[in-house]
C-alpha cells in the first residue's frame, strides 16, 4: 500500500510540470487547452516540487513526507479549480493523498515494551569463553534511577511578551522528607539560565539544576505567603507572589473556571531539550498533564506591576483553544545515571533472580549460569520506572569478551510512552568502557490526534533524547572492587554513531 501511495504522489507531481512546461513554452502540450500564465506555470511548479518531495521524503521513511504533501495538495486543488477543464481529474489523487494523509494521522498503534517480548539470550562464548566460571554470588550494577518527589508542577510561559529577565516561570509544590513543603518557582531567564525562588521550609540541592536550560544561576530563599497551586473539577487554580532578585513583585495567577471535562495525557516533558551540560539524562514524566483553556479563564502574569500575555497554544485540543500554560497535578520527576566517581559496590546474590538495592529493584536472567541484568526499576508511589535491556547486560565482574551490544528501554506509566536506544560494553586491556545513547527517542503513547499533530510539528518532543549520551569507565581494583567514572554529554545526531 506505500509504495502504491508513493507511485501515486510522484506521478502526480510530475503530471503538474506539464502546466509548468505550457506555461514557459517549453513544449507544445495538447492535453492542456486553456492559456496558462507565467505566474500559474510557476505555481504548478511548485506544486509538482512539493508533491514529488513527499513522495521521496516518504520513500526513505521520514516521517515529516506529510507536510509537504499537504502544501502540494492545497495548491494543486487551487490549480484543479483555476483550471477546471483540464486539470478537474486532479482532485482525485488529491483525495487519496489527503485520505492516506489522516489515517496516518488517525490510526493509532499503541507501542510495545521489549519487556513483552521474549528476550532472547546473548552468545555466551562472546561473553564469557567457552569455560564455565562456577558458582556466582554477587553482580555489579552500573545504573542508577534517581527519584525527586513533586507533587504538582505548573509552567508558564510568555516568550512572546517577555521581561527584560525572564521569559516564563515554573512553580512546583512539594511535600516529602527529602526537600520539605512548600513551593519552590524556577525562573527561566532570557540568556537561557534559570533562578530558582523557594520557600524557607524547602532545602533543594543547587546541584541538581544543572539540567534545566543553561543551568543555575541564583538559588534565593523567599517568603510566598499565600502561595498555593491546585487542580480540581474546573482545571487549574494558583496563587504565587514573591519579590525578585531586582526586587521587583512577581504575581502568577490562574483561575479555570471552565465546566467542560478535562481530558489529559501522559508527557515525556522535553526538559532535557536546553541543558548544556548535564549530569544527569532528565525524565520529567507528566501524567494527567494538560493545558489551561483559555475560555472561561483568569491568567495574569505581573511584573513589577507591569501584566505579561502569555503565549498560546497556536491549535485547539480537543476543540478547544489553548494558553501555553500547562500543568501536571502528578509528575513524576526521575533522572537516570547521574555522573559518578566512585567505587561501584558488589550486590550479594541469593537463590532468587530479583533481588533490592538502595531502593532498586534488580531482576536477572541466566545466560547458561551466569546472572545478567535484565531490568532496574524504582518505584516511588504508585509510578514504577524501569530500565530494560535486550539482550540482558552482561555480568561485568565475569565479561571477558571484546564487546557486547543491545538494546534498552526507559519506561513509566504506559500514558508516558518509552524512551529507546543502544548500549555496548567495549573492552579495551583492563578497562571496560560503556555507553549509552537514547537513539530511538521517545515513543509516545497518545491516541489524542491533536496532541499526535503536535509530535509531528514539532519533532523535538520525541527526538531531544536522541541528542544525549552517557559514558563510563570500569576499572577493578582487587582490592576495592570496580572503580567507576561517568558523564553525560549532549551530541549532534550525526555524532552518535559508534
Known amino acids: 500500500m506505500k509504495t502504491v501511495l508513493i507511485i501515486i504522489i510522484i506521478l502526480h507531481g510530475l503530471i503538474h510540470l506539464m502546466g509548468f512546461v505550457k506555461a514557459f513554452g517549453l513544449a507544445n502540450i495538447s492535453e492542456m487547452t486553456l492559456p496558462i500564465s507565467r505566474g500559474w506555470g510557476l505555481l504548478w511548479l511548485i506544486a509538482a516540487l512539493m508533491l514529488i518531495l513527499s513522495g521521496v521524503l516518504l520513500l526513505l521513511n521520514v516521517s515529516s513526507w506529510w507536510i509537504p504533501a499537504i502544501i502540494g495538495v492545497i495548491l494543486s486543488q487551487i490549480l484543479v479549480f483555476a483550471f477546471w477543464q483540464d486539470a478537474r481529474f486532479g482532485s482525485i489523487p488529491n483525495v487519496i493523498i489527503l485520505i492516506f494523509i489522516v489515517l496516518g494521522f488517525v490510526r493509532h498503534t499503541p507501542p510495545v515494551s521489549m519487556m513483552k517480548e521474549e528476550i532472547t539470550p546473548a552468545p555466551y562464548e562472546e561473553r564469557y569463553g567457552e569455560v564455565s566460571t562456577g558458582e556466582h554470588v554477587q553482580i555489579i ?17 510568555f516568550e512572546n511578551d517577555p521581561d527584560s529577565l525572564y521569559i516564563g ?3 512546583q509544590l512539594f511535600d516529602d522528607e527529602i526537600i520539605g513543603a512548600g513551593m519552590l518557582v524556577i525562573a527561566w531567564r532570557t540568556d537561557g539560565k534559570v533562578d530558582v525562588y523557594h520557600q524557607p521550609s524547602l532545602s533543594p540541592d543547587p546541584g541538581g539544576y544543572d539540567i534545566a536550560g543553561q543551568g543555575l544561576e541564583n538559588m534565593i530563599e523567599r517568603e510566598m505567603t499565600g502561595a498555593f497551586f491546585e487542580v480540581n473539577e474546573r482545571g ?19 483561575a479555570e473556571h471552565s465546566t467542560r471535562t478535562r481530558k489529559p495525557f501522559g508527557l515525556l516533558a522535553p526538559m532535557g531539550m536546553a541543558a548544556e551540560n548535564p549530569s544527569a539524562m ?5 501524567h494527567d498533564f494538560y493545558f489551561v483553556r483559555r475560555n472561561n479563564t483568569d491568567i495574569s502574569v505581573r511584573i513589577n506591576g507591569r501584566n505579561h500575555v502569555t503565549d498560546k497554544l497556536p491549535m485547539p485540543i480537543d476543540f478547544t483553544r489553548m494558553s501555553f500554560v500547562r500543568y501536571c497535578p502528578d509528575p513524576l520527576i526521575a533522572t537516570l545515571n547521574p555522573a559518578f ?3 561501584l559496590p558488589s550486590i550479594p546474590l541469593n537463590d532468587e533472580l530479583t533481588v533490592r538495592h538502595d531502593d532498586h529493584i534488580i531482576e536477572m ?16 508511589n504508585q509510578h514504577t520506572v524501569s530500565l530494560a535491556f535486550s539482550p540482558s547486560f552482561p555480568n561485568l565482574e565475569s565479561f571477558t569478551g571484546d564487546a557486547a551490544e543491545g538494546r534498552f528501554e526507559i519506561s513509566g506509566d504506559p500514558s508516558t510512552g518509552f524512551i529507546r536506544g543502544e548500549y555496548r560494553v567495549v573492552r579495551s586491556g583492563s578497562l571496560l568502557m560503556l555507553d549509552m545513547i537514547p537513539s530511538g527517542g521517545w515513543i509516545p503513547n497518545e491516541s489524542k ?3 499526535r499533530l503536535i509530535y509531528r510539528v514539532e519533532p523535538m518532543f520525541t527526538q531531544w533524547p536522541t541528542t544525549y549520551r552517557w559514558s563510563a569507565e570500569l576499572e577493578q581494583d582487587e582490592e576495592t572492587g ?5 558523564n553525560w554529554e549532549r551530541i549532534n545526531k550525526k555524532d552518535s554513531s559508534r
Open 141 to 157: 550494577n552500573p545504573f542508577e534511577i534517581n527519584i525527586t518527589p513533586m507533587e504538582r508542577l505548573l509552567l508558564i510561559n
Open 169 to 171: 516561570f515554573e512553580p
Open 236 to 254: 487549574a487554580q494558583a496563587d504565587v507572589s514573591f519579590e525578585d532578585i531586582e526586587g521587583r513583585l512577581i504575581e502568577l495567577r490562574i
Open 282 to 286: 532528565p525524565m520529567i514524566l507528566l
Open 341 to 343: 566517581d566512585g567505587v
Open 365 to 380: 536472567t541466566l545466560n547458561r549460569n551466569m546472572p545478567e541484568i535484565q531490568r532496574i526499576s524504582r518505584t516511588h
Open 449 to 451: 490526534l491533536s496532541v
Open 482 to 486: 570496580f572503580r567507576m567514572t561517568s
